[in-house]
């Protein structure tokens, strides 16, 4: 098993910038791609980033148009998400998952573990 604990979030005004962090324990050796995810009230989990363990291949959606950069620490077993120019429609809970495959896969089915999410508010 993996245990994913999710840090960061909170209230910030639009065009500024958060940095979430997500740290894995457990039998973190098996993972090899760790993603973030977002659910606003009312809407599906939508993929937001996804980035690789060993090569560092990082996939982003659509519309994180250049606002927001995934990385991780492999020494530390953790991800980050770094956020700017933060809008009112990226308010959301932001999950932190993670991957056996080592592809960068932007579906949520692809992900066997979940943390249990960090609120994101964005105020206008």
């Known amino acids: 098993q993996v245990q994913l604990v999710e840090s960061g979030g909170g209230l910030v005004q639009a065009g500024g910038s958060l940095r979430l962090s997500c740290a894995a324990s457990?039998?973190?050796?098996?993972?090899?791609?760790m993603g973030w995810f977002r659910q606003a009230p009312g809407k599906e989990r939508e993929f937001v980033a996804v980035?690789?363990?060993?090569?560092?291949?990082?996939k982003y959606a659509d519309f994180v148009k250049g606002r927001f950069t995934i990385s991780r620490d492999n020494a530390k077993n953790t991800a980050y998400l770094q956020m700017n120019s933060l809008e009112p429609e990226d308010t959301a809970v932001y999950f932190c998952?993670?991957?056996?495959?080592?592809?960068?896969?932007?579906?949520?089915?692809?992900?066997?573990?979940w943390g249990q999410g960090t609120q994101v508010t964005v105020s206008a």
């Open positions: 457990g039998r973190t050796f098996s993972v090899n791609a």
């Open positions: 980035i690789t363990r060993n090569i560092g291949i990082t």
């Open positions: 998952a993670a991957r056996i495959g080592a592809s960068p896969a932007p579906t949520p089915d692809a992900y066997a573990y």
